[in-house]
């Protein structure tokens, strides 16, 4: 079955820099892989996705880009403020739909 | 537009009581339905899902069972709380075509 493995566990960046985020996944079926923000206490919500017929996504200082041929998709943060302070989850949709989840990533965003 | 409302957002049980907690669906009809949990600081353990009325799979062995009475309403129930228990609760829905949205999550403690 699809094993999804996220890298790094916890990430502390400077406010203003870039933060990146990496998750590999075993199932070459597998067609969508979205990336999900869980702030303390909360619910996790979705923040950008991607589907396999697609390399690179953006949503203004988000993106996420898949590497098909290497089965790895990654979550990129560009100008990092400090509401971006959260754990972050990648996923990928397996043969039935339903999603495969990474262990999360804590990104600390340092004043 | 579909909402998810998920009841109640924190609960203290003492440890041999049952437990129902309960999540409704609106806006959808025959949605995937999941129950996961979470420790703290950690990640999404998935449960049981249900891709229709009566029809629950369960992924770990455990002291929890679901149930799915109607289209958009899935139960987890437990009849004698353990303390490894305790955790954050969340429901999920989703449809084949997107990715999946969380209730607003259950804080259990079992004390």
């Known amino acids: 079955g699809e094993n999804v493995e996220q890298h790094p566990s916890t990430l502390s960046v400077q406010e203003g820099d870039s933060a990146v985020i990496k998750c590999t996944y075993s199932?070459?079926?597998?067609?969508?892989f979205p990336w999900y923000k869980q702030e303390l206490g909360k619910r996790p919500q979705l923040i950008i996705d991607?589907?396999?017929n697609v390399g690179e996504k953006k949503d203004q200082r988000i993106a996420v880009t898949l590497n098909k041929t290497a089965k790895h998709f990654s979550l990129h943060i560009t100008e990092t403020q400090p509401e971006d302070s959260a754990v972050y989850f990648c996923?990928?949709?397996?043969?039935?739909?339903?999603?495969?989840w990474g262990a999360g990533t804590k990104l600390i965003i340092k004043p | 537009s579909q909402t998810i409302h998920q009841w109640p957002a924190t609960l203290v049980q003492p440890v041999g009581s049952p437990l129902s907690l309960e999540c409704t669906v609106e806006?959808?009809?025959?949605?995937?339905l999941y129950w996961y949990r979470q420790a703290a600081g950690r990640g999404l353990q998935l449960l049981f899902y249900?891709?229709?009325?009566?029809?629950i799979s369960s992924e770990v062995p455990q002291n929890l069972s679901a149930s799915r009475p109607q289209d958009r309403q899935f139960i987890l129930s437990s009849k004698k709380l353990l303390l490894s228990d305790s955790g954050f609760y969340l429901c999920?829905?989703?449809?084949?075509?997107?990715?999946?949205?969380f209730g607003s999550g259950t804080r259990l403690t079992v004390v």
């Open positions: 999920a829905w989703s449809s084949y075509d997107y990715g999946y949205t």
């Open positions: 806006g959808t009809s025959n949605p995937n």
């Open positions: 249900s891709v229709g009325i009566g029809q």
């Open positions: 199932d070459s079926a597998s067609n969508y």
């Open positions: 991607i589907r396999s």
């Open positions: 996923a990928a949709s397996d043969s039935n739909y339903q999603l495969i």
